[in-house]
């Protein structure tokens, strides 16, 4: 869950906060936001979450330990996935709360300051950029898409050429040797070169057909959506799956797209063969809160 954002600086970082006391943990930056709507919201490790207040902006924070979320502590912390699930959770919690009550643009997990003065200076300091990625996504909501493909379709098993086409070595297997004696093992190792030729071709074909077809089910979502981001596959140890991810998609999308966006997700399900699509959302848009990042 970890997001994208504007990047913060860690307290003590400069020399200038003791690794013994306390440093600022910022969520997100909300525009017209009532505090009471945060009511008794809790944050990372537990901590209670406020807002400071600047430019017109609101910053929600939280206090937290620099023991913990100091630029020493964050170096090890971050490499612990359990912490780091757990903080991440938090971090999200609070910025869910505070979307559905007014438009916020999420920060990176771990973004710490020294004090909330230094977060007021920030606000005032880059309150355009902010205000910036606050008209962009007021209103709208992000969307996730992952494509996954089923192995035996990459391999194009299904393209087998006729009765006999798997027989022969197994695929890894050394050729034949061809017989000194002049036998007919020569052309047997020529038929398995020839087979291995086919197998690559068939292979080559299928990631192909499935490339096309994830590029077909993006640019039919695309057209339904404010903008895209393109994000890196996902490790198969964290999406848990045994299919291929051919597609992982970041949409934003106005109130009014979302109910053909979905239509769209759905008929994509339902006409791929081998072929499984995921739908996640509505989150707040961590994948459209840096200018320019569509």
Not at 107 to 124: F, G, K, N, P, Q
Not at 194 to 219: I, K
């Amino acid at each position: 869950m970890t997001a994208p954002g504007f990047a913060g600086e860690t307290a003590g970082a400069h020399g200038t906060a003791d690794p013994a006391g306390t440093g600022v943990y910022l969520y997100g930056v909300a525009r017209g936001l009532d505090p009471a709507a945060l009511g008794d919201t809790a944050g990372v490790a537990g901590a209670p979450v406020r807002g400071v207040v600047a430019a017109g902006l609101t910053a929600l924070v939280s206090t937290v330990r620099l023991a913990e979320y100091g630029e020493a502590a964050l170096r090890a912390n971050l490499e612990d996935l359990e912490w780091l699930e757990a903080t991440a959770r938090a971090h999200h919690d609070v910025v869910d709360r505070a979307a559905h009550a007014a438009p916020t643009a999420p920060v990176r997990i771990a973004t710490i300051y020294r004090d909330d003065t230094r977060v007021a200076e920030v606000l005032s300091d880059e309150g355009g950029r902010f205000t910036e990625v606050l008209d962009l996504i007021t209103g709208r909501s992000e969307w996730g898409v992952k494509a996954y493909a089923d192995p035996e379709l990459l391999r194009g098993d299904a393209e087998q050429d006729g009765p006999g086409a798997g027989e022969g070595p197994a695929p890894g297997a050394e050729p034949p040797a061809e017989d000194p004696a002049g036998g007919s093992s020569g052309g047997a190792g020529t038929a398995y070169l020839r087979r291995r030729q086919q197998e690559r071709r068939r292979r080559a074909d299928a990631g192909r057909r499935v490339g096309e077809q994830a590029d077909a089910v993006h640019a039919e979502l695309a057209d339904h959506a404010v903008a895209s981001r393109h994000h890196p596959p996902q490790d198969p140890r964290l999406s848990g799956r045994s299919g291929t991810q051919i597609l992982n998609v970041a949409y934003l999308l106005d109130e009014e797209q979302v109910e053909g966006f979905l239509a769209v997700t759905r008929a994509a399900a339902e006409k791929l063969a081998g072929i499984e699509v995921e739908v996640t959302g509505p989150w707040p848009p961590y994948s459209f809160i840096e200018p320019g990042a569509m």
